[in-house]
C-alpha cells in the first residue's frame, strides 16, 4: 500500500502564547485517532506551534483506508425457515434487501442465538477523499479556552484564521474551514518575509519556514532561546534568572528569536530586588540578571528576545531600555513616597476596605488574624508576640502605591516597609512571606512566623468563603479556595508540621464571632471534607496507591502529616507476605461487625475461650497489644505494622477452626468481641479492608 506524507497547517492572528502548545497537542492527537477510526494507517506525529500558526505533520499515512468487513444479522434461523424447510417471506426480503440469493447467507453464532447474516467486504476509499471532511471536523472540536468571530464570518476559532496549508504528498487537499479554501502555500515573517512560502512537500514544512525567518517547532525555539540567554548571561559577567513560565511565555511571542541585552541605571538597584525582577519579569517579560546563581542581587542589565533580525539592534536596545527605565522610575517613586508613612498608621485606613461582601473589612480581616495566627505560632515553633504583630501589620501593604501599582509584591513589600519603621526581623520575615505559597510552583514560606500566619491567613479565608455557603463546585473556584486549601496542606506537609486540621478550622471559624451565625450551619464539617479531598489528590500524585489513600484517609485523620506516615507505613507494609491475608481477614471481620449492625464491640471475657484457636489468639494479641499500642500513641505506625504482622498465622488458624457466629449468644458475642478487638487495633493505622489484592 503507497504511503504519504500529511501536513495540516492553521494560519492566524498572534495565538496567546499559554494556548499554542495545548491546541498544537490537541491538533496532532485528534487528528491521528480519527485516521484511526477511519481505518487509515499513519506513522508519525509531529506538531508546531507559533504566534501565527498552528501545524501538525504526520508521517506514511496510508493511501487508502483498509477494507472493512461488514456483517448484517439476518432474522434467527428458528424463523427463517418453515416447516417444509423453505426460505420465509422474512428471509426472502432480508437477502432482497441485501441483493442477493438466500444461498449467499450464512450460519452465525451470535450472542442471542444463531441467526443468517451477510457478510460483506466493504473496498476502503482513497485517503485523500476522507481527509478533507475529516480534518474539517476535528478542527471544530479543538478545546479552545475562549471563541472569537472576526468580520462577516460566522466562522469561530481562538484567532481570526488567515490562511490553510493541506497538502497530502505532492497533492493540495480540497480542504474548506474557517470559510477559506485551503491551498498548498505557507506564509513566512509577518515583518522579514510576509509573502508566500511553498511547501511541496509536507516532511519540508518545517525547513522552508526556516528560509522564511520563521521558527515553527515550539521546543527547538525555545531551547534555542533559553541557551542564548544563558550565553548572554555569561558574557555579561552574571546568571540569567529565567522562570520556566516565562520562558514558555516568550517563545510564545517570538517567530525569529534575537536575543538582545540592555542595561539600567545602578542607582535602581538601591530598589528591593523582588520589585525588579517582577518589573522585568511580569510587566516587561526580560529575563533579570543576577550577580551569581541562587542569590537575590542583581546586575543593572537585562535580556530581552526580538522577534526579528534588526539593521540596527542598537535602536531596539536602546527603546526597550526606555521602557524599562520608565517603570522602574515609578517604582523608585512608589518606594520612597511609601516610606514616608509608617505600616502601623495606614491601619486604620483598612477599615474602609471590603474583604468580602459579608466577612467584613480588611481591618476585620486584620483582627481575626490577630486572635488566630498566635495561636498557630506554637505549631511552627514561632514567636506568638511577633506572629500577633505581623498579624496587626500583614494587609497594610494593600494601601501603599507599590502594591498598587504591582499587586504581586502584596506582602513583600509589607515586609520591607517593616523593616524600614524598626520592627523586628521576625515581624518583617512573616509579614513578607505569609502569602506564599501563592500557586503550585511557590515555594512554601521557610521563616516559622510567615508559615503561622500564612496558616492562619489561609484558614480564615476558608473559614469566611465556607461559612457563607460559597463552595467551589465542579470547575468554577472564582476565590481560588482550591488554593488555599492546597497551600495549607503544603505548608503542613513540606514543613513537616504537626497540626490537628479540625481544632485549627474550629478555632477560625470562633474568630468570626456571630458574623456567620445561621448562614450555613456545618460548614466546619464541609470544610474539613474539602481538605480531604484536596490531600487525596495530593497523596496521589505523590505516588501513593489509590486504594491505600482510601484506607487511610477514610479513617478521617485530623493531622495531614500523620496520614502520610500512615501512608508510607501501609506502604512498606504491602509489600510483605502477610499484608494480603491479614487485609482479606479485616474484610472479613467488617462484613461479619457490619452485617450483625456492630459498630462496638465489648470486652473480651478470657473464660468464654473455648477454642484452641482462639485461645491462641487471644494469647498472640495479648503479648502484642502493650508494644503495639506504645507505637501508635507516638505514630511509629511501620514498627507498629511488624508487630500486627505477627498476627497472620493465629488470625487465619481462628477462621479455620473456630465458628465465629455460634448459636450461643454469649460465645457468639465474645467471639466478635474478639475480633472486633483485632480490627480496632488495625483502625488505629487505615482500614485494612479497602485494601485491593
Same mark, same amino acid.
Given at each position: 500500500?503507497? @504511503?504519504?506524507?500529511?501536513?495540516?497547517?492553521?494560519?492566524?492572528?498572534?495565538?496567546?502564547?499559554?494556548?499554542?502548545?495545548?491546541?498544537?497537542?490537541?491538533?496532532?492527537?485528534?487528528?491521528?485517532?480519527?485516521?484511526?477510526? /477511519?481505518?487509515?494507517?499513519?506513522?508519525?506525529?509531529?506538531?508546531?506551534?507559533?504566534?501565527?500558526?498552528?501545524?501538525?505533520?504526520? !508521517?506514511?499515512?496510508?493511501?487508502?483506508?483498509?477494507?472493512?468487513?461488514?456483517?448484517?444479522?439476518?432474522?434467527?434461523? +428458528?424463523?427463517?425457515?418453515?416447516?417444509?424447510?423453505?426460505?420465509?417471506?422474512?428471509?426472502?426480503?432480508?437477502?432482497?434487501?441485501?441483493?442477493?440469493?438466500?444461498?449467499? $447467507?450464512?450460519?452465525?453464532?451470535?450472542?442471542?442465538?444463531?441467526?443468517?447474516?451477510?457478510?460483506?467486504?466493504?473496498?476502503?476509499?482513497?485517503? /485523500?477523499? @476522507?481527509?478533507?471532511?475529516?480534518?474539517?471536523?476535528?478542527?471544530?472540536?479543538?478545546?479552545?479556552?475562549?471563541?472569537?468571530?472576526?468580520?462577516?464570518?460566522?466562522?469561530?476559532?481562538?484567532?481570526?484564521?488567515?490562511? $490553510?496549508?493541506?497538502?497530502?504528498?505532492?497533492? @493540495?487537499?480540497?480542504?474548506? %474551514?474557517?470559510?477559506?479554501?485551503?491551498?498548498?502555500?505557507?506564509?513566512?515573517?509577518?515583518? *522579514?518575509?510576509?509573502?508566500? =512560502?511553498?511547501?511541496?512537500?509536507?516532511?519540508?514544512?518545517?525547513?522552508?519556514?526556516?528560509?522564511?525567518?520563521?521558527?515553527?517547532?515550539?521546543?527547538?525555539?525555545?531551547? #534555542?532561546?533559553?541557551?542564548? =540567554?544563558?550565553?548572554?548571561?555569561?558574557?555579561?559577567?552574571?546568571?540569567?534568572?529565567?522562570?520556566?513560565?516565562?520562558?514558555?511565555?516568550? &517563545?510564545?511571542?517570538?517567530?525569529?528569536?534575537?536575543?538582545?541585552?540592555?542595561?539600567?541605571?545602578?542607582?535602581?538597584?538601591?530598589?528591593?530586588?523582588?520589585?525588579? *525582577?517582577?518589573?522585568?519579569?511580569?510587566?516587561?517579560?526580560?529575563?533579570?540578571?543576577?550577580?551569581?546563581?541562587?542569590?537575590?542581587?542583581? $546586575?543593572?542589565?537585562?535580556?530581552?528576545?526580538?522577534?526579528?533580525?534588526?539593521?540596527?539592534?542598537?535602536?531596539?536596545?536602546?527603546?526597550?531600555?526606555?521602557?524599562?527605565?520608565?517603570?522602574?522610575?515609578?517604582?523608585?517613586?512608589?518606594?520612597?513616597? +511609601?516610606?514616608?508613612?509608617?505600616?502601623?498608621?495606614?491601619?486604620?485606613?483598612?477599615?474602609?476596605?471590603?474583604?468580602?461582601?459579608?466577612?467584613?473589612?480588611?481591618?476585620?480581616?486584620?483582627?481575626?488574624?490577630?486572635?488566630?495566627?498566635?495561636?498557630?505560632?506554637?505549631?511552627?515553633?514561632?514567636?506568638?508576640?511577633?506572629?500577633?504583630?505581623?498579624?496587626?501589620? %500583614?494587609?497594610?501593604?494593600?494601601? &501603599?502605591?507599590?502594591?498598587?501599582?504591582?499587586?504581586?509584591?502584596?506582602?513583600?513589600?509589607?515586609?520591607?516597609? /517593616?523593616?524600614?519603621?524598626?520592627?523586628?526581623? /521576625?515581624?518583617?520575615?512573616?509579614?513578607?512571606?505569609?502569602?506564599?505559597?501563592?500557586?503550585?510552583?511557590?515555594?512554601?514560606?521557610?521563616?516559622?512566623?510567615?508559615?503561622?500566619?500564612?496558616?492562619?491567613?489561609?484558614?480564615?479565608?476558608?473559614?469566611?468563603?465556607?461559612?457563607?455557603?460559597?463552595?467551589?463546585?465542579?470547575?468554577?473556584?472564582?476565590?481560588?479556595?482550591?488554593?488555599?486549601?492546597?497551600?495549607?496542606?503544603?505548608?503542613?506537609?513540606?514543613?513537616?508540621?504537626?497540626?490537628?486540621?479540625?481544632?485549627?478550622?474550629?478555632?477560625?471559624?470562633?474568630?468570626?464571632?456571630?458574623?456567620?451565625?445561621?448562614?450555613?450551619?456545618?460548614?466546619?464539617?464541609?470544610?474539613?471534607?474539602?481538605?480531604?479531598?484536596?490531600?487525596?489528590?495530593?497523596?496521589?500524585?505523590?505516588?501513593?496507591?489509590?486504594?491505600?489513600?482510601?484506607?487511610?484517609?477514610?479513617?478521617?485523620?485530623? +493531622?495531614?502529616?500523620?496520614?502520610?506516615?500512615?501512608?508510607?507505613?501501609?506502604? !512498606?507494609? #504491602?509489600?510483605?507476605?502477610?499484608?494480603?491475608?491479614?487485609?482479606?481477614?479485616?474484610?472479613?471481620?467488617?462484613?461479619?461487625?457490619?452485617?450483625?449492625?456492630?459498630?462496638? &464491640?465489648?470486652?473480651? !471475657?478470657?473464660?468464654?475461650?473455648?477454642?484452641?484457636?482462639?485461645?491462641?489468639?487471644?494469647?498472640?494479641?495479648?503479648?502484642?497489644?502493650?508494644? *503495639?499500642?506504645?507505637?501508635?500513641?507516638?505514630?511509629?505506625?511501620?514498627?507498629?505494622?511488624?508487630?500486627?504482622?505477627?498476627?497472620?498465622?493465629?488470625? +487465619?488458624?481462628?477462621?479455620?477452626?473456630?465458628?465465629?457466629?455460634?448459636?450461643?449468644?454469649?460465645?457468639?458475642?465474645?467471639?466478635?468481641?474478639?475480633?472486633? &478487638?483485632?480490627?480496632?487495633?488495625?483502625?488505629?493505622?487505615?482500614?485494612?479492608?479497602?485494601?485491593?489484592?
Amino acid at each position: 500500500m503507497s @504511503v504519504r506524507d500529511l501536513i495540516l497547517e492553521i494560519g492566524c492572528e498572534e495565538i496567546p502564547a499559554k494556548d499554542q502548545q495545548p491546541l498544537a497537542r490537541a491538533l496532532g492527537e485528534s487528528l491521528l485517532a480519527a485516521l484511526g477510526e /477511519a481505518q487509515i494507517a499513519a506513522g508519525e506525529c509531529r506538531t508546531f506551534a507559533a504566534p501565527r500558526r498552528l501545524a501538525v505533520l504526520l !508521517r506514511h499515512v496510508a493511501g487508502e483506508q483498509a477494507a472493512r468487513e461488514l456483517i448484517k444479522r439476518g432474522p434467527a434461523v +428458528d424463523r427463517a425457515f418453515d416447516a417444509a424447510g423453505n426460505p420465509t417471506p422474512a428471509l426472502q426480503g432480508f437477502a432482497r434487501a441485501n441483493g442477493v440469493e438466500v444461498t449467499q $447467507l450464512e450460519r452465525m453464532a451470535l450472542d442471542k442465538g444463531e441467526f443468517l447474516v451477510y457478510r460483506q467486504v466493504e473496498a476502503g476509499r482513497p485517503t /485523500a477523499q @476522507v481527509l478533507p471532511e475529516l480534518i474539517a471536523q476535528v478542527v471544530s472540536r479543538l478545546p479552545l479556552r475562549k471563541r472569537m468571530r472576526w468580520g462577516s464570518s460566522q466562522a469561530s476559532f481562538v484567532r481570526p484564521v488567515q490562511w $490553510l496549508l493541506a497538502r497530502f504528498g505532492e497533492e @493540495v487537499l480540497p480542504l474548506h %474551514c474557517f470559510e477559506l479554501t485551503a491551498g498548498g502555500v505557507s506564509y513566512g515573517h509577518r515583518v *522579514t518575509h510576509p509573502q508566500a =512560502v511553498a511547501v511541496t512537500e509536507p516532511a519540508d514544512y518545517a525547513a522552508c519556514l526556516l528560509e522564511a525567518k520563521v521558527m515553527a517547532d515550539f521546543d527547538a525555539r525555545r531551547a #534555542r532561546i533559553g541557551e542564548e =540567554v544563558r550565553r548572554l548571561a555569561a558574557e555579561l559577567g552574571g546568571v540569567a534568572l529565567m522562570p520556566e513560565t516565562l520562558l514558555d511565555e516568550v &517563545t510564545g511571542l517570538v517567530e525569529w528569536p534575537v536575543v538582545l541585552a540592555g542595561a539600567f541605571e545602578e542607582a535602581y538597584l538601591a530598589i528591593p530586588p523582588e520589585v525588579l *525582577t517582577t518589573v522585568m519579569i511580569q510587566h516587561q517579560r526580560y529575563f533579570p540578571v543576577l550577580r551569581e546563581a541562587g542569590g537575590k542581587a542583581l $546586575l543593572n542589565r537585562f535580556i530581552f528576545v526580538a522577534n526579528l533580525e534588526s539593521r540596527d539592534p542598537a535602536a531596539v536596545i536602546h527603546g526597550n531600555s526606555r521602557v524599562l527605565r520608565a517603570r522602574l522610575a515609578d517604582a523608585d517613586f512608589f518606594w520612597n513616597e +511609601d516610606r514616608k508613612r509608617p505600616l502601623a498608621a495606614r491601619r486604620p485606613e483598612l477599615e474602609q476596605v471590603l474583604f468580602q461582601q459579608g466577612l467584613g473589612s480588611l481591618l476585620d480581616k486584620s483582627e481575626r488574624l490577630v486572635r488566630l495566627a498566635p495561636m498557630l505560632a506554637g505549631a511552627v515553633r514561632a514567636d506568638a508576640e511577633a506572629v500577633r504583630r505581623a498579624a496587626e501589620l %500583614c494587609k497594610c501593604d494593600l494601601l &501603599t502605591g507599590m502594591v498598587g501599582e504591582f499587586p504581586e509584591l502584596q506582602g513583600i513589600m509589607g515586609g520591607y516597609y /517593616a523593616r524600614h519603621d524598626g520592627e523586628s526581623a /521576625a515581624v518583617s520575615a512573616a509579614i513578607g512571606g505569609h502569602y506564599a505559597p501563592a500557586g503550585r510552583a511557590d515555594a512554601i514560606p521557610l521563616d516559622a512566623g510567615a508559615q503561622a500566619l500564612s496558616l492562619a491567613d489561609k484558614l480564615d479565608t476558608l473559614a469566611g468563603f465556607f461559612g457563607l455557603g460559597q463552595i467551589p463546585s465542579g470547575d468554577r473556584d472564582p476565590f481560588a479556595l482550591r488554593r488555599a486549601a492546597l497551600g495549607i496542606l503544603r505548608i503542613l506537609l513540606e514543613g513537616e508540621i504537626v497540626l490537628d486540621l479540625p481544632a485549627a478550622i474550629e478555632a477560625a471559624a470562633a474568630a468570626y464571632g456571630n458574623l456567620l451565625a445561621g448562614r450555613n450551619p456545618g460548614f466546619e464539617a464541609q470544610l474539613f471534607d474539602f481538605f480531604l479531598e484536596r490531600l487525596r489528590v495530593f497523596f496521589r500524585e505523590e505516588g501513593f496507591a489509590p486504594d491505600l489513600v482510601e484506607a487511610v484517609l477514610s479513617l478521617r485523620p485530623g +493531622d495531614p502529616l500523620d496520614a502520610r506516615s500512615r501512608l508510607e507505613a501501609l506502604s !512498606r507494609f #504491602r509489600s510483605r507476605p502477610e499484608a494480603e491475608a491479614l487485609a482479606a481477614a479485616n474484610k472479613r471481620i467488617g462484613n461479619i461487625l457490619r452485617k450483625e449492625g456492630i459498630t462496638e &464491640t465489648g470486652a473480651v !471475657r478470657v473464660e468464654l475461650l473455648r477454642e484452641d484457636a482462639e485461645n491462641a489468639l487471644w494469647t498472640a494479641w495479648q503479648a502484642l497489644q502493650a508494644p *503495639t499500642e506504645a507505637l501508635l500513641a507516638v505514630g511509629d505506625y511501620g514498627p507498629a505494622l511488624d508487630l500486627l504482622a505477627g498476627l497472620r498465622g493465629p488470625v +487465619d488458624r481462628f477462621f479455620d477452626e473456630v465458628m465465629v457466629m455460634a448459636e450461643d449468644p454469649a460465645l457468639r458475642a465474645n467471639r466478635l468481641a474478639l475480633i472486633g &478487638t483485632l480490627r480496632g487495633a488495625f483502625l488505629r493505622i487505615a482500614d485494612f479492608s479497602l485494601l485491593q489484592g
